[in-house]
């Protein structure tokens, strides 16, 4: 590529192929990769000269782009980047600044995800495989009469006929309320900040508070400027018995602390992928009606990918049709 950035500095370990690690470096006659730092004045220092900027988790603050007096192109390698670039839309402008960010990579892989949990929960995969893995034949027990069973004790369940609550409904919570109504044959009823009627023939849009009582398993897909507990203890509180709740979306939506003594009075099942924080290990790591990962829905080979193409591509075309 003939026009190129006179100086590109890229933070954070980003995870991109070969080939697209190759092609980021002839984007610069000169390209600088530096890790993730927490110091302020460091990357400020970092980036003084430069007139391209390449971020994912390193925080660039509104001091250190108004004391860059070259730059003229940031591109953050993620979907939300006002908690990652502390500038206004409208400041970057002023400056003649162009800002890219990657806000669809991972609708899937995030949805797929959140379908593993409702999925493990309803059918205690956890329990089955560990009962199977120590010899705990529940099958051949049955089968012979050495075990009991109370129909009404039965812990697994259909996900067919059940009411499924969409807290969010964005681009990911569209894909698992789809997947809930094709694949599963669900019923889907919804809340979200801005209503969506176009969508309204087969989901039915709800109070929040109408949908934590109706739900039988509830997913949370709202944006990282959500205020923190949004989802209260008292909607929690409001829950189904043995409702399953999922959040893979953003932690500090939920009051945590309501959260985990509801678990651990066993009066729901959840699937946690986000945090206030970190997981809290010690609250849950021995609880059978919760399974917990961490970040794990951005996180696939194909979404990963896709993330690395759209932020070359989002570069390539900023330095194609510049003047």
Known sequence: MTNKFKK???FDNLILTPKQNKKLK?????VIFYPKTNDYEVVKERIKDADAVINCWTV???DAIKNAKNLKYIGNWGHWWKHRITITEEKLGKLEIHLDHIPDYGTDAVAEVAWAGILALS??????HKDVATG????????????KVDISKIDE??????????????????????????GFGTKVIYYSRTRKKDIEKDIKFVSIKELFKQSDIISIHVSPDIP?????????N???????FVNTSVGHAVDQQTLIKSLKQRKIKAFLDVYEQFPPRQDLKDLPNVIFTYRLGWFSQESIQRKGDMLIQNVENYLLNRT
């Open 8 to 10: 590109l500095v890229v």
């Open 26 to 30: 002839d984007f610069g006659r000169e």
């Open 60 to 62: 660039i603050t509104e």
């Open 123 to 128: 059918k205690n995969l956890e329990k089955w």
């Open 136 to 147: 705990k034949w529940t099958y051949e027990n049955i089968k012979r009469g050495d075990k």
């Open 157 to 182: 369940h259909l996900i067919k006929d059940k009411t499924l609550g969409i807290v969010g409904m964005g681009r990911i919570g569209m894909r698992v309320a789809e997947i809930g109504l094709k």
């Open 228 to 236: 923190k507990g949004f989802i209260s203890g008292k909607l929690l």
């Open 238 to 244: 409001s829950m189904k018995s043995e409702a399953i």
